[in-house]
């Protein structure tokens, strides 16, 4: 009787159940039942010393909440951004990032676009209500 009770409430399993416990609670409030913000519909164009990048990734991390709008260019670097499965981007303030990879799996995976607009962005934007047309005119060389 002892082992079965030190079994069920040893310090690994109180441990284990709480962790269990903390996950789901994070996981249900994490569902997709929260209702989605304002959404503004948002494009644009992405160049490189004025010309367009194709296959680029284009992504607005937003200042003030937890979701963020991304689009990926086509051949004339032209993006519309989704929030989620629903095209838009909420109303703020956002720092923007742009990655740009080979297609060639074979190359190593760095960004063709300057780090300077990637990891390490300074580019910031700001999605009002309505239409927004936001260009992005980097400088550097793609590789």
Known sequence: ??????????????????????????????????????????????????????????IFEPKFQAVSASGGTDEEGKFTLMYGDTSGAAIGDYIVRVFHYGDDPELPQESLVPDSYGAASTLTATVKEGENEIDFDLKGKKK
Request: charged share 15%; proline share 5%; net charge positive.
């Open 1 to 58: 009787m002892r082992s079965l009770y030190n079994l069920l409430f040893s310090k690994t399993i109180l441990r284990d159940a709480w962790v269990v416990l903390i996950m789901t609670f994070f996981v249900v409030g994490c569902g997709s039942g929260k209702e989605i913000p304002p959404l503004a519909q948002v494009s644009g164009t992405v160049t490189i010393d004025g010309k367009p990048v194709s296959g680029a990734s284009v």
